[in-house]
Structure formats: structure tokens, C-alpha cells
């Protein structure tokens, strides 16, 4: 159900509901969580089914629970759009947060999060911009250049994943934590979310979520890419 991993003098623990918990500072780390996503696709006359909040909330609580994180970080892209505010969504985010009232939360500002205007207060929910920093640990959105000082840097918005076989053969994907170059890449949190086919490189390592399982694997690579 997971796995422990050290990049630098940082420990972390990959949790295979595609999240990442940081024990000695108790944050549970996740990223792509696009509430709303459905309501947005729904206003634009594209028949979705409902939901997908209330999975992903029902998923983020249960790891709550299970690891007693004191703070939250939302890696970017919290919302799919302003549109994906809608009251169903907000009522839902609103219980979680009084279901979790003595949580810090955090949400480095994602692509998607750019336009979404204020917040409601009551949720406390601290916005940063990419580039904050936990200890030796820098916080951003998209991948990028380590800075030279940080043992890593925790991101998201590709919602990376692995080809599993080729051609004819061709089975589907699956979603991954990615690392390259120090730069540690977290799987789509959000329950309506796609996935993108990554092509790791020498020194890349990779853990593939399967059937809540946490699988490692690195190049070279024969029929998973």
C-alpha cells in the first residue's frame, strides 16, 4: 500500500492512493485534485455523471485518517474552472473542511487555479505560489529545474502515468509517481481526471498504482513505458 523512498536527507512515504505523506513534518502532500471538473463539463451541455467530488473527498479523508496529517497540500489545480464552483461543490468541500476543522490547509496555485477569484474564508485554505519551500523540500505545480538547494521538488499537472504494453498488445496506462532529476512528480489526485504517457529516461525511477498497489520500475523498460 506504499512505499518509503529518501532524495537527499528527505524521507517520504508514496501512498498508493496516489498521494505522498511526509511524516516528520505530518503533511500529506497530493496533487490534480479538480473539484468540480464535472459540473464544468455539465454547463457546457457534456453529460458526465455526478460525483466525482465526493469520491475524491471520500478518498483524501480516508488518508487523513490513516496517516493523522496535520496539514494538507494541494499540489495546483484544487478546481477544473471557476465554473466548477458550483454550490454542490462548494457544500461538499465546505463539510469536508468542518469534518477536518483543526487541518492546516495549503494550495500552491496551479494553471488551472489561476482565475478562480476568492475563495470562501471559511475554508482558511492558504494560497502560495509555486516555488514555496518545506525545509529542503521546494513545492510547486509543473515540473521545472530543481533550485540547486532543495533535495527535490514535489509537483503535479502532467497526471503522469505508464504505457503498459505496445501495439496490438497495447493494455491501457497506468498512474505513476514520476522522479527525474529530483524532480518528483505526483499522480492525478481528481476521480474525472486523464492521464499523460510519460517516457522515462536513464536514472528515472517510476512507481505504477495497481490495483492499490505501488509497483517500482526503471529503465530500460520492455513492455511498460
Known sequence: MHVDITVGQTRLRLLAR??????QLQTLFVADTHFGKDA???RHGIPVPTGSTAATLSILSQMLATTSA???????????ARSSLSEEVCDALSSFFA??????????RGNHDAHLGPLPEAWSLEVVEPGTRMGNVALGHQPTTVPEDADLLLCGHLHPALSIGRGKDKLGKLPCFWLSKRCLVLPALGQFTGT????????????VVADEQLIELAPPLDDIR
Do not use: C, P, Q
Not at 18 to 23: F, L
Not at 99 to 108: G, N, Q, S
Open 196 to 207: 499523460y504517457a510519460i517516457e522515462m529516461a536513464a536514472n528515472d525511477r517510476a512507481w
Open 70 to 80: 496535520k496539514h494538507l497540500v494541494i499540489l495546483g489545480d484544487m478546481f477544473h
Open 99 to 108: 469534518r477536518h476543522a483543526e487541518l492546516r490547509r495549503t494550495l500552491v
Open 18 to 23: 496516489r498521494a505522498i505523506y511526509w511524516s
Open 40 to 42: 464544468t463539463f455539465r
